[in-house]
């Protein structure tokens, strides 16, 4: 009887030592499964994506001017223009920046047809194709300063304005360096 019980407990534990492998295995497997889906399916593009995604109710067009080294001024060859429809729904405006350019600093120009009105930013977003840096309004105040043509209310509002009879909204980055060098950092 003693013999049986020993066989018995055995292989009662072999059975849980068998199952607890293969479970182990299973999610082993899945595990890599998700992890190589994720670095097969989406690959990191050589050049920055810059997104906008605002609400703006009138035809505009928004600019972005960006400078790979923190001290070089920004010019118009480093420009990239982008038309943007008035909807009363939030829209994401994207602007492309040219192959292995990995800017320090950026300038969002957020309108050039005059028009004093608001602007509501949800947020925007760095992004290389695989990693991205969002920057909601809240935190918007961490990564860029507002000109004297911009001024910033409540819930995500800006309000572009004219300062005698001039007109030019934009935003300029802080210095970016960290934020590039993570977001391209192994790709």
């Known amino acids: 009887m003693k013999n049986f019980l020993i066989k018995s407990t055995f292989k009662a534990s072999f059975h849980r030592s068998v199952l607890l492998m293969l479970n182990l295995i299973i999610v082993f497997l899945f595990l890599q499964g998700c992890g190589h889906k994720e670095t097969k399916n989406h690959k990191a593009h050589d050049y920055l994506t810059v997104i906008l995604e605002l609400k703006v109710e009138y035809d505009d ?42 800017p320090l600093k950026l300038r969002i120009d957020l309108g050039s047809k005059g028009i004093e009105s608001p602007i509501i930013l949800r947020q925007i977003i760095l992004t290389t194709g695989v990693r991205s840096k969002i920057i909601p309004m809240e935190e918007l105040k961490f990564y860029f300063r507002l000109n004297p043509y911009l001024e910033l209310g409540k819930n995500r509002f800006m309000y572009r304005k004219k300062i005698d009879n001039k007109y030019d909204p934009y935003l300029i980055s802080k210095d970016l360096t960290k934020t590039i060098i993570e977001l391209f950092h192994d790709y």
């Not at 480093?78 to 405006?93: A, I, T």
């Open 61 to 102: 067009v928004f600019e972005v001017y960006f400078a790979e080294n923190i001290k070089n001024q920004y010019n118009e060859k480093d420009r990239l223009g982008v038309f943007v429809r008035g909807k009363n729904s939030f829209q994401k405006v994207v602007f492309r920046l040219p192959q292995r350019t990995y």
